[in-house]
T-cell receptor
């Protein structure tokens, strides 16, 4: 069956360091992938989108990579700040626009 | 522009009771989604509408859940009768759904309705 796995444990890192979150998938051929941020008590907010034929996308301090051979996407936040603390979700889309969300990774940035 | 509106924000009911949630998407968005998010998990798609037609309802427990999107604008999700395991946050999202590549599927979420079934 189709499966998406994100970092199983919460991620705690020091302010200023780079946070790296993983999204691995099996039995799925996504046409593209999105990353969302979710704060407690709120709905997810879109951050970045990357297509299957793209290796990397950047937006300010954010970078996403997509490796269809490894079936993995990495999400990086450089120069992390306490305000970056949130849960980050990956969402995979098939060519038919079928959607699956991962379980999310809770990121905590300590000052 | 106004975001996705959902109501109520919170609802507490007893098992076997009925409950309904309402969603008003961003104006002009053709695609509307309902998700169930259990604590500590990612959103699980329940149903996806394109205008007022159903695109995907494969994970909707149709014996107790129903949803409609009359006139292709706002939508209602109903649970009847509720079970304890239905306790979750119910999220509504919309996307433009228009032609033009993956950007049409960027989703804008409401704040959700937190349901507690006792």
């Amino acid at each position: 069956s189709q499966k998406i796995e994100q970092n199983s444990e919460a991620l705690n890192i020091q302010e200023g360091k780079t946070a790296t979150l993983t999204c691995n998938y099996t039995n799925y051929s996504p046409a593209y992938l999105q990353w969302y941020r979710q704060d407690p008590g709120r709905g997810p907010v879109f951050l970045l989108l990357i297509r299957e034929n793209e290796k990397e996308k950047r937006k300010e301090r954010l970078k996403v990579t997509f490796d269809t051979t490894l079936k993995q996407s990495l999400f990086h936040i450089t120069a992390s700040q306490p305000a970056d603390s949130a849960t980050y979700l990956c969402a995979l889309y098939s060519s038919a626009s079928k959607i699956i969300f991962g379980s999310g990774t809770r990121l905590s940035i300590r000052p | 522009e106004a975001g996705v509106a959902q109501s109520p924000r919170y609802k507490i009911i007893e098992k076997r009771q009925s409950v309904a949630f309402w969603c008003n998407p961003i104006s002009g968005h053709a695609t509307l989604y309902w998700y169930q998010q259990i604590l500590g998990q990612g959103p699980k798609l329940l149903i996806q509408f394109q205008n007022n037609g159903v695109v995907d309802d494969s994970q909707l427990p149709k014996d107790r859940f129903s949803a409609e999107r009359l006139k292709g604008v706002d939508s209602t999700l109903k649970i009847q009768p509720a079970k304890l395991e239905d306790s979750a946050v119910y999220l509504c999202a919309s996307s433009s759904g228009l032609a033009g590549g993956p950007a049409k599927n960027i989703q804008y979420f409401g704040a959700g309705t937190r349901l507690s079934v006792l």
